[in-house]
Protein backbone atom coordinates (compact mmCIF):
# COMPACT_ATOMS: atom_id res chain seq x y z
CA UNK A 1 0.00 0.00 0.00
CA UNK A 2 1.32 3.46 -0.49
CA UNK A 3 1.42 6.20 1.99
CA UNK A 4 -1.27 8.01 0.62
CA UNK A 5 -3.64 4.68 0.80
CA UNK A 6 -2.68 4.16 4.29
CA UNK A 7 -3.72 7.80 5.28
CA UNK A 8 -6.87 7.28 3.57
CA UNK A 9 -7.64 4.10 6.15
CA UNK A 10 -6.17 6.67 8.94
CA UNK A 11 -9.25 8.93 8.11
CA UNK A 12 -11.50 6.45 7.86
CA UNK A 13 -10.74 4.78 10.72
CA UNK A 14 -10.53 8.38 12.69
CA UNK A 15 -13.74 9.23 11.23
CA UNK A 16 -15.13 6.13 12.50
CA UNK A 17 -13.98 6.06 15.78
CA UNK A 18 -15.42 10.39 15.71
CA UNK A 19 -18.85 8.97 15.26
CA UNK A 20 -19.18 6.01 17.25
CA UNK A 21 -16.40 5.30 20.18
CA UNK A 22 -15.36 1.92 19.19
CA UNK A 23 -12.89 -0.06 20.00
CA UNK A 24 -9.69 1.58 18.18
CA UNK A 25 -7.33 -1.31 18.25
CA UNK A 26 -9.70 -4.23 17.23
CA UNK A 27 -11.02 -1.84 14.28
CA UNK A 28 -7.02 -1.43 13.49
CA UNK A 29 -6.50 -4.97 13.92
CA UNK A 30 -9.40 -5.45 11.22
CA UNK A 31 -7.78 -3.07 8.50
CA UNK A 32 -4.73 -4.44 9.06
CA UNK A 33 -6.03 -7.79 8.08
CA UNK A 34 -8.98 -6.54 5.67
CA UNK A 35 -5.67 -4.40 2.96
CA UNK A 36 -3.38 -7.52 4.23
CA UNK A 37 -0.97 -5.31 5.33
CA UNK A 38 2.19 -7.20 6.03
CA UNK A 39 4.96 -5.41 5.77
CA UNK A 40 6.12 -3.93 9.07
CA UNK A 41 6.59 0.21 8.17
CA UNK A 42 2.86 -0.27 6.96
CA UNK A 43 1.25 -1.84 10.12
CA UNK A 44 3.66 0.87 12.16
CA UNK A 45 2.42 4.07 10.29
CA UNK A 46 -1.04 3.28 10.57
CA UNK A 47 -0.74 1.74 13.88
CA UNK A 48 1.32 5.17 15.63
CA UNK A 49 -0.69 7.68 13.59
CA UNK A 50 -4.46 6.03 14.62
CA UNK A 51 -3.28 5.81 18.69
CA UNK A 52 -0.86 8.92 18.70
CA UNK A 53 -3.67 11.22 16.56
CA UNK A 54 -6.30 10.02 19.59
CA UNK A 55 -3.62 9.95 22.20
CA UNK A 56 -3.27 13.97 21.20
CA UNK A 57 -6.66 14.20 20.19
CA UNK A 58 -7.03 17.72 22.74
CA UNK A 59 -4.03 19.02 21.70
CA UNK A 60 -4.77 18.89 18.27
CA UNK A 61 -7.94 20.30 18.83
CA UNK A 62 -6.58 23.49 20.86
CA UNK A 63 -4.54 24.27 17.80
CA UNK A 64 -6.95 23.95 15.40
CA UNK A 65 -9.31 26.33 17.85
CA UNK A 66 -6.51 28.86 17.63
CA UNK A 67 -6.24 28.63 14.14
CA UNK A 68 -9.96 29.09 13.32
CA UNK A 69 -11.04 32.07 12.30
CA UNK A 70 -14.65 32.89 12.46
CA UNK A 71 -15.25 29.58 13.63
CA UNK A 72 -15.75 27.32 16.07
CA UNK A 73 -14.61 23.52 16.17
CA UNK A 74 -17.98 22.60 17.08
CA UNK A 75 -19.45 24.24 13.97
CA UNK A 76 -16.78 22.01 11.71
CA UNK A 77 -18.37 18.74 9.83
CA UNK A 78 -17.21 15.26 11.17
CA UNK A 79 -15.02 14.58 7.46
CA UNK A 80 -13.25 18.88 8.46
CA UNK A 81 -12.58 17.84 12.22
CA UNK A 82 -10.51 14.73 11.02
CA UNK A 83 -8.97 15.74 8.38
CA UNK A 84 -7.41 19.00 10.31
CA UNK A 85 -6.55 16.45 13.19
CA UNK A 86 -4.25 14.41 10.73
CA UNK A 87 -2.92 17.39 9.30
CA UNK A 88 -2.15 19.13 12.34
CA UNK A 89 -0.63 15.86 13.80
CA UNK A 90 1.46 15.43 10.90
CA UNK A 91 2.64 19.69 10.27
CA UNK A 92 3.08 19.88 14.54
CA UNK A 93 4.14 16.73 15.92
CA UNK A 94 5.65 14.81 13.42
CA UNK A 95 6.99 17.80 11.86
CA UNK A 96 6.30 16.24 8.54
CA UNK A 97 6.85 18.44 5.58
CA UNK A 98 3.91 20.98 5.67
CA UNK A 99 3.61 20.84 1.77
CA UNK A 100 3.63 16.83 1.66
CA UNK A 101 0.23 17.05 5.13
CA UNK A 102 -1.27 19.90 3.20
CA UNK A 103 -1.40 18.12 -0.16
CA UNK A 104 -2.04 14.64 1.09
CA UNK A 105 -5.08 15.99 3.05
CA UNK A 106 -6.41 17.86 0.56
CA UNK A 107 -6.54 14.82 -1.81
CA UNK A 108 -8.52 12.76 0.47
CA UNK A 109 -10.65 15.78 1.04
CA UNK A 110 -11.00 15.43 -2.62
CA UNK A 111 -11.97 11.88 -2.31
CA UNK A 112 -14.54 12.48 0.28
CA UNK A 113 -16.41 15.64 0.85
CA UNK A 114 -17.75 19.04 -1.14
CA UNK A 115 -15.90 20.79 -3.51
CA UNK A 116 -15.94 23.56 -0.79
CA UNK A 117 -14.27 21.48 1.69
CA UNK A 118 -10.67 21.29 -0.06
CA UNK A 119 -10.28 25.34 0.05
CA UNK A 120 -11.79 25.80 3.74
CA UNK A 121 -9.29 23.31 4.44
CA UNK A 122 -6.30 24.99 2.39
CA UNK A 123 -7.11 28.02 4.45
CA UNK A 124 -6.67 26.96 7.89
CA UNK A 125 -3.64 24.67 7.13
CA UNK A 126 -2.08 28.07 5.49
CA UNK A 127 -2.53 30.20 8.08
CA UNK A 128 -1.03 27.38 10.16
CA UNK A 129 2.05 27.37 8.43
CA UNK A 130 2.36 31.58 8.25
CA UNK A 131 1.58 31.43 11.79
CA UNK A 132 4.94 28.28 11.98
CA UNK A 133 6.88 30.24 9.92
CA UNK A 134 6.23 33.74 11.73
CA UNK A 135 7.11 32.29 14.94
CA UNK A 136 10.25 30.37 13.66
CA UNK A 137 11.85 33.93 12.46
CA UNK A 138 10.91 35.71 15.71
Known amino acids: MTRREIREEIFKLLFEHELIDNNIEKRINDVINEENLKKNDEIDFLRSYVTEIIENENILIEKIKNILDGWTYERLGTIEKVL ?17 AINEVLEIAKKYSYNDTKEFLNGILAKLVKDIKEEQHK
Open 84 to 100: LKISFYEITIKNIGYEI
